[in-house]
């Protein structure tokens, strides 16, 4: 059974930092695409990054050069290093190895995703 597990959020002031992890298992982790979206409106979920097997890696713009996205093969792990958060980052985070990967899409839809874990932060 396919499982991802997240943690790490929680509720910070602007400008602070998290650090979100997703732990992966049940399925050839070195040979998955790992991401996360969040929630940001009803059951519509964004992309915010995703990391190849070979570390490439993609940002949505809003996040560049603030959240850093790495992954642990020993581990079978993925990790989403988040800085100087705003508050419109906040929302449901969600790891995920989904079927395929459009900047929008439903929440938990096809693929595999973790249950998510919730970001606040405060002005």
């Known amino acids: 059974e396919v499982q991802l597990v997240e943690s790490g959020g929680g509720s910070v002031q602007a400008g602070g930092s998290l650090r979100l992890s997703c732990a992966g298992s049940g399925f050839i982790f070195d040979d998955t695409i790992m991401g996360w979206y969040r929630q940001v409106e009803g059951n519509e979920c964004e992309l915010v990054s995703w990391?190849?097997?070979?570390?490439?890696?993609y940002y949505e713009d809003s996040v560049k050069g603030r959240f850093a996205i790495s992954r642990d093969s020993a581990k079978s792990m993925v990790h989403l290093q988040m800085n100087s958060l705003k508050p419109e980052d906040t929302g449901v985070y969600y790891c995920?190895?989904?079927?395929?990967?459009?900047?929008?899409?439903?929440?938990?839809?096809?693929?595999?995703w973790g249950q998510g874990t919730q970001v606040t932060v405060s002005s």
């Open positions: 995920a190895a989904p079927s395929f990967w459009p900047r929008r899409l439903r929440c938990r839809g096809p693929g595999n």
């Open positions: 990391v190849k097997p070979d570390r490439n890696t």
